[in-house]
């Protein structure tokens, strides 16, 4: 009985403690994700002119992050969208200094989206971080989700977050 009394009392604060999903804007970017803590963003421009933003926050010792370009000239021809992504996500490997990565999935689609493309790989750094990313593409944005920590990441949880990105606000 005691047990059960304790139980009952402790049920809110563990409640309390559990992390909610929330859906966050992607500064004015016009996409948004869905995440565990508020990225802090900045704006940047790549060689093209694109604007590029970038954000990350932390929560429970997972570094959740998310890169998100607004393509200047959209490209309208989906093989090549998704041959533009991986040169980016190519890019970013070598930026997040990678040691280590399990090789690109192909064939994914953002929430059975058949208008866009995804991949998905599993990255150790030279740090020992252990990362999952997934980049999407619809021609017109070009977003890249990770989460990375020393400890084994909690693939469940992850897996959710790396699939709440909206393009666009789709």
């Given at each position: 009985?005691?047990?059960?009394?304790?139980?009952?009392?402790?049920?809110?604060?563990?409640?309390?403690?559990?992390?909610?999903?929330?859906?966050y804007?992607?500064?004015?970017?016009?996409?948004?994700?869905?995440?565990?803590?508020?990225?802090?963003?900045?704006?940047?421009y790549?060689?093209?002119?694109?604007?590029?933003?970038?954000?990350?926050?932390?929560?429970?010792?997972?570094?959740?992050?998310?890169?998100?370009?607004?393509l200047?000239?959209?490209v309208?021809?989906?093989?090549?969208?998704?041959?533009?992504?991986?040169?980016?996500?190519?890019?970013?490997?070598?930026?997040?200094?990678?040691?280590?990565?399990?090789?690109?999935?192909?064939?994914?689609?953002?929430n059975?989206?058949?208008n866009?493309?995804?991949?998905?790989?599993?990255?150790?750094?030279?740090?020992?971080?252990?990362?999952?990313?997934k980049a999407?593409?619809?021609?017109?944005?070009?977003?890249?989700m990770?989460?990375y920590?020393?400890?084994?990441?909690?693939?469940?949880?992850?897996?959710?977050?790396?699939?709440?990105?909206?393009?666009?606000?789709?």
């Amino acid at each position: 009985m005691k047990t059960t009394l304790l139980f009952i009392f402790l049920l809110p604060v563990l409640a309390g403690q559990a992390q909610s999903l929330k859906k966050y804007p992607v500064s004015n970017s016009g996409c948004s994700l869905y995440g565990y803590c508020e990225p802090k963003y900045k704006i940047e421009y790549s060689e093209d002119s694109s604007k590029v933003y970038t954000g990350e926050c932390i929560s429970s010792e997972v570094t959740y992050g998310v890169i998100c370009i607004k393509l200047l000239k959209p490209v309208t021809n989906l093989v090549m969208a998704e041959d533009l992504m991986i040169s980016y996500v190519d890019y970013l490997k070598t930026n997040f200094n990678i040691k280590t990565s399990a090789g690109y999935g192909k064939g994914h689609r953002l929430n059975n989206d058949e208008n866009t493309r995804g991949i998905l790989d599993y990255w150790e750094d030279a740090e020992g971080d252990k990362w999952k990313i997934k980049a999407w593409t619809d021609g017109n944005y070009i977003g890249f989700m990770y989460a990375y920590s020393k400890k084994e990441l909690p693939e469940s949880k992850v897996n959710v977050f790396l699939d709440g990105l909206r393009l666009g606000d789709k």
